[in-house]
Nanobody
């Protein structure tokens, strides 16, 4: 599956934004989709994921729980990441990734398809 992430930009602390991940290729509805982020000099870290099994279960990292919401629209082959109450520490390149396994994984190696990333910069 091919993924295209978009929606990044320059924001201020407290702002909101929505990232989009549009997919093409293999049946998107049967992919767990995750969002990861990578800040300069740091490893790629898990942010959130939504499964295709179990009624679209979701899972969030502790750092974004309560502020970010992941959702999917299978008719549009799109997964969204709604990001509220942005903090400077949310600054990173955000990647979406797909995994045909219906169970949510939080490690990058579990995902076999990746988008190109979109940069989110949050100023204080």
């Amino acid at each position: 599956v091919q993924l295209q992430a978009s929606g990044g930009g320059l924001f201020r602390a407290g702002d909101s934004l929505r990232l989009s991940c549009v997919a093409s290729g293999r049946t998107f509805s049967r992919n767990t989709v995750g969002w990861f982020r990578q800040a300069p000099g740091k490893e790629r870290e898990f942010v959130a994921a939504i499964s295709w099994g179990g009624g679209g279960a979701t899972y969030y990292s502790d750092s974004v729980k309560g502020r970010f919401t992941i959702s999917r629209d299978n008719a549009k082959n799109t997964v969204y990441l709604q990001m509220n109450s942005l903090k400077p520490e949310d600054t990173a390149v955000y990647y979406c990734a797909a995994d045909p396994d219906p169970h949510i994984a939080t490690t990058p190696i579990a995902y076999d398809s990746w988008g190109q990333g979109t940069l989110v910069t949050v100023s204080s």
